[in-house]
């Protein structure tokens, strides 16, 4: 029956980070350090948890379709923008992708980057066009612009997964002057990197900024994301999506986690510290992040030989091997909590 599975199924698919527990078992080493997935290693902010324990005693009823206090909750926030929500950021690429690309239509992507776009992409018969990055990683604006002539959408994301590199607001303009598709920027770590993007959102009406509730409100578990779109785009968006979003204890969680500013700013501080230290004492050349990982040159190793020599040391970081169009001597480190940040920091150096 194997034979019935459409062709784009059939590769490899997402590349999940290797279970920590699983290396912990083999080992037999009582304490990890997970370092491979850029989550936040605090718990949720105690606003959050509480608005979602009480959604909970409602879930006998069907969520909002409209998700209404979510959105009122973006709205005091960030202020008056046009907003959509999904099943975490991949929800929301996902959406983004069934309500503009046709089988056979072409989509471009800024590449080493997050495998996820071109999965979704093609699973929608996309034609994928990958766009190299220069050597440092940043983006070069008229490559870019060029390869996306006829491309009804393009993917770029800043800081950028798994280099940590920052695209300037300018470059972006020029970008977004020079496509005549829409532009999906990816920006799952802005709240790292100091740079606001939102007042592109004013001037350009090919623009959508994606955002997720993952890394630094520390709820990957809940699987929540939304996106600024331009105003045209909202109702097809929501055509095009399945008809509930979010349930109802992801979107009050994610209002909690919303207004408890004192969470996301401890968090940001910590990374900022970290981030710091690790570019000063890491052993091996670390790429300058905006995020809350960093990307390390482990040549003459492999980042799968990396991975091994560190795990045997208790701690998980994830080999860069699977991010097309990057060589094969890369590994990506998240900042976690103090403890398994030092224990990296000493296992690097036995490398
Ligand atoms: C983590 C991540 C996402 C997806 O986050 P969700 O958990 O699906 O909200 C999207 N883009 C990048 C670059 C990421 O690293």
């Known amino acids: 029956m194997e034979r019935l599975v459409r062709e784009c199924f059939r590769s490899e698919g997402y590349v999940f980070a290797r279970k920590a527990e699983e290396i912990a078992k083999e080992r037999g080493l009582s304490r990890i350090a997970r370092l491979a997935s850029n989550e936040n290693p605090r718990p949720p902010s105690p606003l959050a948890v509480e608005l979602g324990c009480q959604a909970l005693q409602r879930v006998n009823r ?18 008056d923008y046009h907003f959509v929500t999904g099943v975490g950021m991949d929800g929301v690429i996902e959406t983004v992708i069934r309500t503009l690309v046709d089988p056979g239509d072409r989509v471009a992507i800024s590449v080493p980057t997050f495998s996820f776009y071109r999965l979704a992409a093609v699973a929608q018969g996309a034609r994928v066009e990958e766009v190299r990055r220069n050597a440092d990683f940043s983006v070069n604006a008229e490559t870019f612009v060029r390869a996306c ?7 770029l994301c800043t800081p950028n ?18 496509i005549d598709g829409v532009l999906f920027l990816d920006n799952a770590y802005v709240e790292f990197s100091g740079v606001d993007y939102l007042p592109l959102l004013e001037k350009y009406e090919n623009l ?19 996106a600024f779109v331009p105003g045209w785009l909202a109702p097809f968006y929501t055509r095009a999506a399945t008809p509930f979003t979010l349930n109802t204890v992801s979107s009050e969680t994610a209002r909690g986690a919303l207004l408890d500013r004192t969470h996301v700013e401890e968090t940001v501080a910590r990374v900022a510290v970290w981030r ?28 799968d030989q990396a991975v091994e020599l560190l795990a045997e040391q208790g701690v998980i970081v994830r080999s860069c091997r699977s991010f097309r169009g990057l060589p094969d001597h890369y590994v990506r480190v998240s900042i976690g909590e103090d403890w398994e940040n030092e224990l990296f920091l000493s296992a690097v150096r036995n490398l």
């Open 62 to 79: 069907y969520p909002d379709e409209k998700v209404r206090s979510l959105l009122d909750t973006l709205e005091r926030h960030y202020g």
């Open 149 to 155: 002539r006829g491309a009804k959408l393009s993917f």
């Open 161 to 178: 997964n798994p280099t940590g590199t920052m695209t300037p607001p300018g470059e972006l303009e020029t970008i977004l002057e020079g």
């Open 208 to 226: 959508i900024i994606g955002r997720t509730m993952s890394k630094v409100y520390s709820l990957a578990g809940l699987r929540i994301g939304y």
């Open 276 to 303: 710091e230290r690790f570019v000063r004492e890491c052993p091996l050349p670390v790429t300058s992040s905006g995020a809350n990982f960093v990307m390390v040159d482990v040549a003459p190793h492999t980042g």
